[in-house]
């Protein structure tokens, strides 16, 4: 099944030490998202991709990046996780144009523990 | 600024009906969506209307009416399943989705 697939399903990390999840998907489609969620709060979109155009939103702080190496994968990097930086984090997909464009597709997430 | 607003939490009983409403001031407007996030899940699409009306779908309908700036969306026959948190999300004229905090739906036996 065509699907969003995000590694790793959990993550806990010490204050401070990097941390990459990763999302891949086998839908073809060509913006990619990553969004925060905290406990009873609205997604908070990060960043996301029109294929290789990176677009930055203006409230992302720069410990957050991203890569996008091919038009399947995509990667968050948090280089110096805080204790706020503990969340869910979401990877969707959408595709411009067309019946369903603009809904986007979720994965199932990366539960971020900040210690 | 944009806003979308929605009840925090509701209550309703198994095999019920219910109805969570939501409110919303953008910049521009091309569409709303609902989505379905079970805790701890990540959300599932459940409707899209960007024209005024009704749009059923087996047990979940949604409704539109821009000119009020508002939509609901309708659950029938109630099920435990479908204790959830609702989301509704607008696109704006940016083709940017804003987001609503969600409505947490209990059910009750």
């Known amino acids: 099944d065509a699907m969003v697939i995000q590694n790793p399903r959990y993550q806990v990390t010490q204050f401070g030490k990097p941390v990459t999840l990763s999302c891949s998907q086998t839908?073809?489609?060509?913006?990619m998202y990553w969004y925060q969620q905290k406990s009873s709060q609205a997604p908070k979109l990060l960043f996301h991709y029109y294929d290789k155009d990176f677009n930055n939103e203006a409230d992302t702080p720069d410990n957050f990046q991203s890569r996008r190496p091919n038009t399947s994968f995509c990667f968050l990097d948090i280089r110096s996780p805080g204790l706020g930086d503990a969340a869910m984090y979401l990877c969707a997909t959408s595709r411009e144009g067309g019946s369903g464009a603009n809904v986007l597709t979720f994965g199932a997430g990366s539960r971020l523990t900040v210690l | 600024g944009q806003n979308i607003d929605q009840p925090t939490e509701m209550t309703a009983t198994e095999g019920a009906i219910v109805q969570i409403n939501c409110t919303y001031q953008t910049s521009g407007f091309n569409g709303l969506f609902w989505y379905q996030q079970h805790a701890g899940e990540a959300p599932t699409f459940l409707s899209y209307?960007?024209l005024d009306g009704l749009e059923e779908k087996g047990r979940f309908s949604s409704f539109l009416s821009r000119s009020k700036g508002y939509s609901y969306l309708l659950l029938k026959e109630l099920q435990m399943k479908d204790s959830a948190s609702y989301l509704c999300?607008?696109?704006?004229?940016?083709?940017?989705?804003?987001w609503g905090a969600g409505t947490k739906l209990i059910i009750k036996p």
């Open positions: 209307n960007v």
């Open positions: 999300a607008v696109l704006d004229s940016n083709y940017q989705l804003i």
């Open positions: 839908l073809n489609h060509n913006v």
